[in-house]
């Protein structure tokens, strides 16, 4: 669970998941929070931590900022970079708040760290439910999931999550207000042509394959990209490829999922969704600096967005020599096709940024009132960021490139520390 603020009911709801499997599967989770709040918040959510799993006999750790440095210092020792490599990762690893990436970056070395192979997430605004009457939970799906599809030698589950209820994941509120079609324009920038899209793609069965989970819950193959990363679990795929550490990036921690969708394996969705809620200042939009930070944000998504799409459409072309014998990925490929994307198609996006701006100015002239007020906040945010904001992608993308060709180095040096190490010394 990564979280940068209050996160006591997120955390009883998920510590409950824990604490209602069966015994022998309850102690092979390790219920791993990253924290990367202020002092005094993080206090608070370590006694709350704490309180709950001593109630439901969950095994916790709790990784804040000085924890994870220090363990992120001992990984890249013992992986033994070059010296430039060391602190380009290094950089990559160690970023301040506001990167969607790297509590799941965090999470995936832990894991290696202490040789669990299935990685299950849950956001910290987010609330899971038990079936009280079947024991059934997010959890014990995933888990029972991803188990058989380990068990299939690799053609089963890499992925299994479900979907939100409450908030929408993305908060467009004052856009809709106005009209539908300013949405619908936004996402549209970000749109390869028809000039640039090489490979047809196979259209999403009428009928799913379908299974039978624990408590009778159905879970469909998802062909469509609807299983939401902040109540899913992920097999292998993580030790593969990182998530984009980039700070300020809408949708940076999708890369791993979205490498499923392209090698066509398995992602599924089950019905046990979570509610998603908004912290008060949020649900009201009454900060104007968080205004400011997600209209940068999702700009630069924008633009991020468009390489990712022709980056896709590389990765469908070339499925066979990223993943050759259907068991080894070869990480170094798929670093290079992402830096050649980038590179080949440096104009590519240049159109967004100024199109974006366009469409939330034209929102504002429409409005009036508090809506209007909040437009003009996003507005000035987005002025300052379009001239920058292709350069700053670009440099997340090749800041990604190189952690990813390093990734299962960092893997493999967390697992051999971790042989003979304490997670607790990171506490």
């Not at 069966?22 to 370590?46: F, G, K, M």
């Not at 509590?103 to 609330?127: C, E, F, M, W």
């Not at 009778?216 to 998802?222: F, K």
Request: net charge negative; hydrophobic share 40%; proline share 5%.
């Amino acid at each position: 669970m990564p979280t940068n603020r209050p996160f006591e009911a997120a955390f009883r709801s998920v510590a409950a998941e824990v604490a209602a499997l069966p015994e022998e599967e309850r102690h092979q989770v390790t219920l791993l929070v990253v924290d990367d709040c202020p002092p005094q918040v993080s206090r608070a959510n370590q006694q709350a931590a704490e309180a709950a799993a001593a109630a439901g006999g969950v095994r916790v750790h709790v990784l804040g900022v000085d924890g994870w440095r220090r363990l992120a210092h001992d990984v890249l020792a013992t992986a033994a970079l070059p010296p430039a490599e060391h602190t380009l990762v290094r950089h990559a690893l160690c970023k301040p708040t506001g990167s969607y990436g790297a509590g799941p970056n965090k999470a995936a070395l832990v894991a290696a760290y202490v040789g669990a192979h299935t990685l299950h997430r849950r956001d910290s605004d987010q609330i899971t439910q038990v079936d009280p009457a079947s024991g059934a939970s997010p959890l014990r799906i995933e888990a029972e999931l991803l188990d058989r599809g380990a068990a299939a030698g690799g053609k089963g589950a890499y992925c299994v999550g479900s979907s939100l209820t409450g908030r929408p994941t993305r908060d467009r509120r004052d856009l809709l207000h106005r009209s539908e079609e300013y949405v619908h324009r936004i996402d549209a920038l970000s749109r390869l042509s028809p000039a640039e899209t090489r490979v047809a793609r196979p259209a999403a069965p009428a009928r799913p394959e379908e299974t039978t989970a624990h408590g009778g819950v159905t879970a469909r193959r998802d062909h469509t990209g609807t299983v939401e990363m902040g109540i899913a679990a992920v097999r292998r795929v993580h030790e593969w490829i990182p998530e984009m550490p980039a700070v300020g990036v809408l949708g940076s921690d999708y890369f791993q999922k979205g490498l499923l969708y392209q090698l066509e394996l398995p992602v599924w969705h089950h019905g046990m969704t979570a509610g998603h809620h908004y912290e008060p200042w949020r649900a009201e939009q009454s900060s104007a600096e968080h205004l400011s930070w997600y209209a940068r944000a999702e700009l630069r998504y924008a633009v991020l967005r468009k390489h990712w799409n022709a980056f896709n459409e590389a990765l469908m072309t070339q499925r066979d020599l990223l993943l050759p014998d259907g068991q080894h990925f070869d990480t170094r490929a798929y670093a290079e096709f992402l830096l050649d994307t980038v590179e080949r198609g440096a104009e590519r996006a240049a159109a967004i940024p100024s199109a974006f701006v366009a469409v939330y100015r034209e929102a504002a002239a429409t409005a009036s009132g508090d809506v209007r007020c909040r437009l003009d906040v996003r507005v000035a945010a987005l002025e300052a960021e379009a001239g920058t904001v292709e350069q700053y992608v670009a440099d997340a993308i090749r800041e990604f490139a190189a952690l990813t060709r390093r990734w299962p180095a960092l893997v493999a040096a967390a697992g051999r520390l971790g042989a003979d190490g304490d997670l607790g010394q990171y506490a």
